[in-house]
């Protein structure tokens, strides 16, 4: 636990939770920081297989950018180090930019998922939502636009007009409407959302983690290149995998008709 985040490992389930409810949990610098180190420590944990990042309580998975404690911060340091940490290395969260982190990762979204929030749940490989969930980039309404992988990632999640409409406007949209267009995976009712977002990862820890790391960076590599380049990534992955001891657990408990015990080796 940390002063906004609670970090609780269930098996090889990696549970992140944003704990500023008051402040319908958008992050200030001193939380992104603490959120860039919780990333970092479960890239670099073995036994953290899979991660699920939520928000306290019922109203907001995040609300974004501490607007306040953001615009200071940039008023008062106008040095090269700061704009360069903030605007092209760490990003927002963390894994919004300059971290490639080749687990699965999860959002379990509870409520608001507001500009910077939104670009975090993007960020994550899949999305659960509650049908409170409401999302938006509203941006454009404060004089920017998105700057942390929203008009990067979100067209390769909903399309182009899709996105188009949600960054030009600065509307909020609903769950169901999010979860029309492909941004959600799943609408799961808000007493339900956590524990069946938790079930899902547990069950994607069961999983060869190797093919599931090495098939994510194939994915992520392809995009935007070439058939012929995303056929060689796969093939070179592929032929990596083959040399893992996982592969012959795999093999070996499919023939002896038994669960698989992988190690990630």
């Not at 939770?17 to 992104?32: K, V």
């Not at 907001?60 to 911060?73: N, P, Q, R, S, V």
């Not at 700061?82 to 894994?95: A, D, L, P, V």
Request: hydrophobic content about 40%.
């Amino acid at each position: 636990m940390t002063g906004n985040f609670r970090v609780e490992d269930r098996g090889h389930v990696r549970l992140i939770t944003i704990d500023r409810a008051a402040m319908m949990n958008s992050l200030d610098l001193p939380a992104n920081d603490e959120l860039v180190a919780i990333w970092r420590d479960f890239d670099a944990t073995d036994e953290a297989r899979v991660a699920v990042i939520t928000g306290a309580g019922d109203q907001a998975f995040c609300a974004g950018a501490d607007l306040k404690t953001y615009t200071m911060a940039y008023a008062t340091n106008s040095g090269p180090d700061f704009r360069r940490r903030y605007s092209n290395k760490e990003g927002f969260g963390g894994i919004t930019r300059g971290m490639e982190i080749n687990k699965p990762i999860i959002a379990a979204v509870n409520g608001y998922a507001m500009s910077g929030g939104l670009e975090l749940a993007l960020a994550c490989d899949i999305r659960f939502a509650s049908p409170n969930a409401t999302f938006a980039l509203q941006d454009v309404r404060w004089g920017f636009h998105a700057c942390d992988g929203a008009l990067i990632r979100l067209p390769w999640i909903v399309g182009l007009g899709h996105t188009m409409e949600i960054f030009m406007s600065g509307d909020r949209f609903d769950a169901e409407h999010g979860y029309r267009i492909g941004l959600y995976n799943r609408i799961v009712p808000q007493a339900r959302l956590l524990e069946e977002t938790m079930d899902y990862a547990a069950k994607l820890a069961s999983r060869a983690p190797l093919p599931q790391q090495l098939g994510k960076e194939v994915v992520l590599r392809s995009l935007g290149r070439t058939v012929e380049d995303g056929l060689r990534f796969e093939s070179r992955s592929f032929h990596d995998l083959a040399f893992t001891e996982d592969l012959k657990e795999g093999t070996d408990s499919f023939r002896e008709k038994r669960e698989a015990r992988f190690k990630g080796k």
